[in-house]
């Protein structure tokens, strides 16, 4: 009998830990990997694609954790500018074009991991291929940016208030480029609840950057260089020879639908547990698959490289006769714009209403160490909890440095199926250059926790 062929659509974080881990626990003799990547890398850090074109990570490379020549040490074969244009699942075997050599060719496969990642959100607007207009997806978008930046633009617009939105704009201003932020929403950084998103907004806006709330791009303007020139809103016209998009990411599974491979009702691939789809010898794991969110149990897609990582390990170790299941999610995720940081774990207030859920919040304003410690800075920390049980459902923090890894401790209570009541005495390190005596965390809870059962002795 012949050597099994797993055929790997994607080559980034969730694809390429597919194939290491199946490796790991099945031969060259008996397993043969190979794997496609459109763009020109693979395995690298996107979440640090703002770093790179801000100049704070001086080298790209330093972004590249593994290349197909250390990948072919594996024995993975990793093929990039390879494009999977579809898949044929009764023949078994993929069509993929050579983009360098401009040729179709079509591979073979006993085993599929599906791998395609997400795509960023790119609306019809008049413009928005224009030169001077920038994403910041993959490696090569974050290259450009990083020129352009260093060619000195008079003025920048980022479209877009969410992660890469604000990561982007701390990253111009830092480079002294005058940068307006457009949000068509009431808030910047919808992740998190409006009060929360408030403090951000008034952040941002003390670093200088310009920010305009609930207006609509409707299109960006060309110059007389066939270049960007301007960015009109629903209420102005705002100049800018560079503009940032930030509007988010959906999963890329058009190439799976194709196919006939099922799409869940959160968009993203359905996969089992153990990340295999419902078609034999299929399998998904990263941005483009769905999961389960462990507060709800509902189907839900995110785009995080924590969960593409781990979805990967999993889906290799299945492939290579291990058994391993992915638990489910909690959305977990933190970020910062310039020294405030923002983190955020669970359900948020927009979540709970479509779920029947009922709940209360419990939100403070404390110190990141103890009041009289030099370097003591404010952390706003907020919890919910479902109404009467106390269990808890979601948390955010707000804060500056060293506040935001606390939703660890939120994050690891979730996961758990703790109340808040079982939240107010955990046992969490004290001294006063980390934290009060009574950490923001235990605060909040307490608070929450005396209001939940306020309302039981009421009943």
């Known amino acids: 009998m012949g050597r099994t062929r797993m055929v790997v659509i994607g080559g980034d974080a969730a694809g390429m830990s597919a194939a290491s881990s199946a490796r790991r626990r099945r031969p060259a003799s008996d397993l043969e990997i190979v794997a496609f990547e459109r763009g020109e890398h693979t395995s690298y850090s996107a979440c640090g694609l703002p770093y790179l074109a801000g100049g704070?990570?001086?080298?790209?490379?330093?972004?590249?954790?593994?290349?197909?020549?250390?990948?072919?040490?594996?024995?993975?074969?990793?093929?990039?500018?390879?494009?999977v244009q579809a898949i044929d699942l009764d023949a078994r075997r993929v069509t993929v074009r050579d983009l360098d050599a401009g040729r179709t060719i079509r591979e073979p496969f006993d085993i599929l991991v599906v791998a395609t990642g997400s795509e960023p959100v790119r609306p019809p607007i008049p413009g928005i291929d224009l030169p001077g207009v920038y994403g910041l997806s993959i490696l090569r978008d974050?290259?450009?940016?990083?020129?352009?930046?260093?060619?000195?633009?008079?003025?920048?617009?980022?479209?877009?208030?969410?992660?890469?939105?604000?990561e982007a704009a701390e990253q111009l201003v830092n480079r002294d480029v005058p940068t307006t932020l457009v949000e068509q929403t009431p808030q910047v950084m919808?992740?998190?609840?409006?009060?929360?998103?408030?403090?951000?907004?008034?952040?941002?806006a003390g670093l200088g950057v310009t920010l305009y709330l609930e207006e609509e791009v409707e299109e960006i303007e060309a110059g007389d260089d066939g270049r960007v020139a301007a960015v009109r809103t629903s209420a102005r016209t705002i100049p800018a020879d560079l503009v940032v998009l930030g509007l988010g990411s959906r999963p890329s599974v058009e190439l799976a639908e194709s196919a006939g491979i099922p799409i869940g009702p959160s968009g993203g691939i359905r996969v089992n547990r153990r990340m295999r789809t419902p078609?034999?010898?299929?399998?998904?794991?990263?941005?483009?698959?769905?999961?389960?969110?462990?507060?709800?149990?509902?189907?839900?897609?995110?785009?995080?490289?924590?969960?593409?990582?781990?979805?990967?390990?999993?889906?290799?170790?299945?492939?290579?006769?291990?058994?391993?299941?992915?638990?489910?999610?909690?959305?977990?995720?933190?970020?910062?714009v310039?020294?405030?940081?923002?983190?955020?774990t669970?359900?948020?207030?927009?979540?709970?209403?479509?779920?029947?859920?009922?709940?209360?919040?419990?939100?403070?304003?404390?110190?990141?160490?103890?009041?009289?410690?030099?370097?003591?800075?404010?952390?706003?920390?907020?919890?919910?909890?479902?109404?009467?049980s106390g269990r808890l459902l979601g948390a955010q923090i707000v804060g500056r440095e060293g506040a935001a890894k606390r939703i660890d401790v939120l994050a690891a209570a979730l996961w758990n199926g703790m109340t808040v009541h079982d939240l107010v005495n955990m046992d969490v390190s004290y001294a006063p250059p980390f934290a009060p005596v009574w950490d923001p965390v235990l605060i909040s809870a307490r608070k929450l926790s005396e209001q939940i059962t306020a309302d039981l002795e009421r009943c």
């Open 142 to 166: 974050g290259i450009e940016l990083r020129a352009a930046i260093d060619a000195g633009p008079k003025a920048a617009v980022v479209i877009g208030g969410g992660y890469i939105g604000l």
């Open 279 to 336: 078609v034999e010898g299929v399998w998904a794991a990263g941005d483009c698959a769905e999961t389960i969110h462990v507060v709800t149990g509902e189907p839900v897609n995110y785009h995080l490289g924590t969960i593409a990582n781990k979805q990967g390990r999993i889906c290799g170790t299945n492939i290579g006769g291990g058994y391993v299941t992915f638990p489910g999610v909690l959305g977990t995720a933190v970020t910062k």
């Open 190 to 204: 919808n992740q998190v609840d409006p009060d929360m998103g408030e403090l951000v907004g008034k952040a941002v």
């Open 338 to 344: 310039c020294d405030l940081e923002v983190a955020r």
């Open 56 to 83: 704070v990570v001086e080298d790209w490379h330093d972004l590249v954790v593994r290349t197909p020549e250390q990948f072919a040490e594996q024995d993975i074969t990793a093929k990039v500018r390879h494009e």
């Open 346 to 388: 669970g359900l948020g207030e927009r979540d709970l209403g479509p779920l029947g859920i009922e709940a209360e919040s419990g939100t403070v304003e404390s110190t990141t160490r103890a009041g009289y410690y030099p370097g003591a800075e404010q952390i706003h920390t907020k919890i919910l909890a479902e109404r009467r």
